[in-house]
């Protein structure tokens, strides 16, 4: 019976050689199918190709084999701003803010963009013709678009650079096949970066696609999540004035608290500490001014406001109160939700992103 050709995995071409060298040491022959065979080295939709026969032993190779290489990354990983865009749909203001927040911190940018590759069927009745496209072609159009908006924004962003409308700091774009809630937050666990720059919608914007990308990011990271609404007017942190922090009297908002404030990292900032409750108990209002004067004599360049707001599962109170004192920017320290809990408990971070035209800043202490 012939031994049939099977997909181990699909990858850049650079890792798809790299895992054909060791299967190949350990006796499996491999091939490697190149859907952009012009320019082999940009190829991001390599596919690795086995016997079937092969595939339990090629799994557990490639398995122990990748497991090091990300380890060897991450050992030699360096401190950088992960900048998450949509070439279809990308909130503009989202490459700004990441490369200002990575000159502030003194570290690189990697801008990922995750493309997917459906297969599209386009039929009709009577008198119309059927239309196929197939997976390989489809394939085939989606990498070679990826890879010419990759190119077109490398040459953008070193354009603005050059034009000092972006800071001089290093960068780099990677390009991946998958999911992007899921490839991004796997890029997340595994090379921890600084800060993730993500855009929203907003609740003006009728596509909520990217908003919800980015809500599940927030809900399921640890790393801390800076999200942009398309319709924002400011450009830089530099700009942000007044700031909002959202507390349920945690211990661990007084370090959440310290992020928020060195990220902004301006002399004229305002912070509105807000707690947000079903029923107003005179203890918060006590709690709220305690956290008001002790950062008020930490950061004595800073104005301290509070606030109580009157419910706890309102985003629409919260984004009428950020309205009516201009607040530039929310913030707030939130914990991971499990699956279950996101699908059918969705917790207040994921309808701030869908709701909210404010900027949103998200720990994860």
Same mark, same amino acid.
């Given at each position: 019976?012939?031994?049939?050709?099977?997909?181990?995995?699909?990858?850049?071409?650079?890792?798809?050689?790299?895992?054909?060298?060791?299967?190949?040491?350990?006796?499996?022959?491999?091939?490697?199918?190149?859907?952009?065979? =012009?320019?082999?080295?940009?190829?991001?939709?390599?596919?690795?190709?086995?016997?079937?026969?092969?595939?339990?032993?090629?799994?557990?190779?490639?398995?122990?084999?990748?497991?090091?290489? &990300?380890?060897?990354?991450?050992?030699?990983?360096?401190?950088?701003?992960? #900048?998450?865009?949509?070439?279809?749909?990308?909130? &503009?203001?989202?490459?700004?803010?990441?490369?200002?927040?990575?000159?502030?911190?003194?570290?690189?940018?990697?801008?990922?963009?995750?493309?997917?590759?459906?297969?599209?069927?386009?039929?009709?009745?009577?008198?119309?013709?059927?239309?196929? !496209?197939?997976?390989?072609?489809?394939?085939?159009? #989606?990498?070679?678009?990826?890879?010419?908006?990759?190119?077109?924004?490398?040459?953008?962003?070193?354009?603005?650079?050059? +034009?000092?409308?972006?800071?001089?700091?290093?960068?780099? !774009?990677? !390009?991946?096949?998958?999911?992007?809630?899921?490839?991004?937050?796997?890029?997340?666990?595994?090379?921890?970066?600084?800060?993730?720059?993500?855009?929203? /919608?907003?609740?003006?914007?009728?596509?909520?696609?990217?908003?919800?990308?980015?809500?599940?990011? #927030?809900?399921?990271?640890?790393?801390?999540?800076?999200?942009?609404?398309?319709?924002?007017?400011?450009?830089?942190?530099? /700009?942000?004035?007044?700031?909002?922090?959202?507390?349920?009297?945690?211990?661990?908002?007084?370090?959440?608290?310290?992020?928020?404030?060195?990220?902004? +990292?301006?002399?004229?900032?305002?912070?509105?500490? !807000?707690?947000?409750?079903?029923?107003? =108990?005179?203890?918060?209002?006590?709690?709220?001014?305690?956290?008001?004067?002790?950062?008020?004599? /930490?950061?004595?360049? #800073?104005?301290?406001?509070?606030?109580?707001?009157?419910?706890? +599962?309102?985003?629409?109170?919260?984004?009428?109160?950020?309205?009516?004192? &201009?607040?530039?920017?929310?913030?707030?320290?939130?914990?991971?939700?499990?699956?279950?809990?996101?699908?059918? +408990?969705?917790?207040?971070?994921?309808?701030?992103?869908? /709701?909210?035209?404010?900027?949103?800043?998200?720990?994860?202490?």
């Amino acid at each position: 019976m012939e031994d049939k050709l099977v997909t181990l995995a699909i990858r850049t071409y650079n890792r798809a050689q790299m895992i054909k060298n060791v299967l190949e040491e350990n006796g499996i022959e491999t091939m490697i199918h190149n859907l952009n065979l =012009e320019q082999p080295e940009m190829a991001v939709g390599v596919r690795v190709r086995i016997k079937k026969s092969d595939l339990p032993r090629a799994l557990k190779i490639v398995e122990e084999v990748e497991s090091a290489w &990300e380890r060897d990354d991450a050992d030699g990983e360096k401190r950088h701003v992960l #900048i998450s865009v949509d070439f279809a749909d990308m909130v &503009e203001h989202t490459i700004d803010f990441g490369f200002w927040f990575a000159e502030q911190m003194g570290v690189s940018v990697t801008i990922l963009y995750v493309y997917f590759t459906p297969s599209y069927t386009i039929s009709g009745n009577r008198d119309f013709s059927t239309y196929s !496209i197939s997976d390989s072609e489809l394939t085939r159009r #989606i990498v070679n678009q990826a890879n010419a908006d990759a190119e077109n924004l490398d040459r953008l962003l070193k354009k603005r650079i050059t +034009n000092k409308e972006l800071p001089d700091v290093n960068f780099g !774009i990677e !390009i991946k096949e998958g999911v992007p809630e899921d490839e991004i937050l796997d890029y997340c666990k595994k090379r921890n970066p600084e800060l993730v720059v993500m855009g929203t /919608q907003g609740k003006k914007i009728t596509d909520e696609l990217i908003g919800s990308v980015t809500a599940e990011v #927030i809900d399921s990271t640890l790393s801390p999540v800076f999200a942009v609404p398309v319709q924002v007017a400011l450009r830089s942190p530099k /700009q942000i004035r007044r700031v909002a922090f959202l507390t349920n009297f945690d211990q661990k908002d007084l370090i959440a608290i310290d992020k928020t404030i060195e990220l902004c +990292n301006s002399e004229n900032t305002e912070i509105y500490f !807000i707690h947000s409750a079903e029923k107003t =108990e005179p203890w918060s209002e006590v709690m709220l001014a305690g956290i008001k004067s002790y950062f008020a004599s /930490q950061y004595p360049g #800073i104005k301290t406001h509070y606030a109580l707001l009157g419910s706890s +599962n309102s985003p629409e109170l919260i984004e009428n109160y950020l309205k009516e004192k &201009e607040i530039d920017l929310l913030a707030f320290n939130s914990r991971r939700k499990k699956m279950f809990s996101r699908l059918f +408990n969705p917790g207040l971070a994921y309808r701030l992103v869908m /709701q909210s035209d404010t900027m949103l800043f998200v720990t994860h202490v």
